[in-house]
């Protein structure tokens, strides 16, 4: 047994966060076999360490595999969304979106918050720490934007304090900063699609009604197609039909012809 992998396991579940410039954190990050061990027992508990290069802490989640069963014991499946209310769920997505997204563009791009431009070689420099470019927006403009849609100045404020307490975000002041939390516990890559592509589709100009006027054309050819072809299998099999119809057209042009006129004399 691994005294080091006990005690930083141990540590982060007591603390539920660990800064990644740690010790131990850097060195489960950097050593290929310690992170082997580490992540054997704690998904012997059902737990995995949960990391990104964008978050300036490490925490621990619940494995994948056994969400159904612990929040599929009941009838119904039970959410993990730490008793939040869905105001309180609705607020943490909006922070999430206007902090977690410009400071991630910023960390891309080597951008710290305080540079007014970008420098000609900070593609050289490393990727700057979250502390570093992640910038808090200000409770005021927050409570202007989104209090009437999220429950009002009462309900924001009890929201806020829930998830300061649960380590999503901090409070200075009238600024609202980013947590522990708020990059670790969020699918950015879920989140950000669905984000990006519905609730500011309108805003980043990319309606997926695009793709369905693309579609539709392509399914009206292959119908057009089909048809076109069904008359051509057809065709063959109507033509013989269309000629005794045409023979007896004939006939009922020839009344204008004299013959008819002459058979009435010779009957007197």
Do not use: C
């Not at 730490?82 to 105001?87: A, K, Q, V, Y």
């Not at 951008?111 to 200000?138: V, W």
């Not at 209090?147 to 380590?167: A, E, P, V, Y």
């Amino acid at each position: 047994m691994n005294d080091d992998s006990q005690i930083l396991i141990a540590r982060m579940l007591t603390h539920q966060t660990l800064r990644r410039d740690d010790k131990m954190v850097k060195r489960v990050l950097s050593d290929e076999f310690f992170r082997a061990e580490v992540d054997k027992r704690l998904l012997e508990s059902g737990l995995k360490l949960l990391d990104n290069v964008y978050a300036d802490h490490v925490t621990l989640a619940l494995h994948r595999s056994v969400e159904p069963k612990i929040f599929g014991a009941k009838d119904i499946w039970q959410n993990n969304n730490f008793g939040l209310t869905r105001d309180g769920v609705a607020l943490l997505v909006v922070l999430w979106a206007q902090i977690i997204l410009p400071k991630r563009e910023r960390q891309e791009s080597h951008q710290n918050a305080e540079d007014d431009q970008n420098d000609l070689f900070d593609k050289d420099k490393p990727m700057p720490r979250a502390e570093d470019t992640s910038i808090g927006i200000s409770y005021t403009a927050l409570l202007s934007d989104f209090g009437d849609k999220l429950g009002k100045k009462t309900r924001m404020d009890m929201n806020l304090g829930s998830l300061s307490k649960l380590g999503f975000i901090e409070r200075r002041g009238d600024v609202i900063l980013e947590g522990p939390l708020l990059d670790l516990m969020m699918d950015t890559d879920v989140l950000k699609e669905r984000i990006i592509n519905g609730a500011l589709t309108d805003v980043f100009k990319r309606a997926p009604a695009t793709v369905v006027a693309l579609r539709r054309p392509a399914a009206a050819e292959a119908e057009t197609e089909a048809a076109a072809e069904a008359e051509a299998q057809s065709a063959p099999e109507s033509a013989p039909a269309s000629g005794p119809e045409l023979e007896p057209a004939a006939p009922a042009a020839a009344p204008e012809a004299p013959p008819d006129a002459n058979d009435t004399p010779t009957r007197d």
